[in-house]
């Protein structure tokens, strides 16, 4: 009588994972097209994010060398 019980828990077991398994795979192939935009999407929007990021970085270090005070010394032999 033992041997049944444990016989159906495991073919329980079996068709419980074997259901999970073909749930993931379905929602995997369906939404795949929709993931991978959306993957395509995310990656546009951070290479933007670091390209704006250098531009400031760019544009702040060009001011600096402008408005440094090291270089008053340069502004005096201009005058």
């Known amino acids: 009588m033992k041997r049944t019980a444990m016989d159906?828990?495991?073919?329980?077991?079996?068709?419980v994972?074997?259901?999970?398994?073909?749930?993931?795979?379905?929602?995997?192939l369906?939404?795949?097209p929709f993931l991978e935009k959306a993957e395509q999407y995310e990656r546009f929007v951070q290479s933007?994010?670091?390209?704006?990021?250098?531009?400031?970085?760019?544009?702040?270090?060009?001011?600096?060398?402008?408005w440094d005070s090291n270089n008053i010394s340069g502004w005096e032999e201009k005058r």
């Open 48 to 66: 933007q994010a670091s390209q704006h990021q250098q531009q400031q970085q760019q544009q702040d270090g060009q001011e600096e060398g402008r």
């Open 30 to 32: 369906g939404y795949k």
């Open 8 to 15: 159906n828990a495991i073919r329980s077991s079996v068709v």
């Open 17 to 28: 994972l074997g259901s999970l398994a073909f749930g993931y795979m379905s929602l995997e």
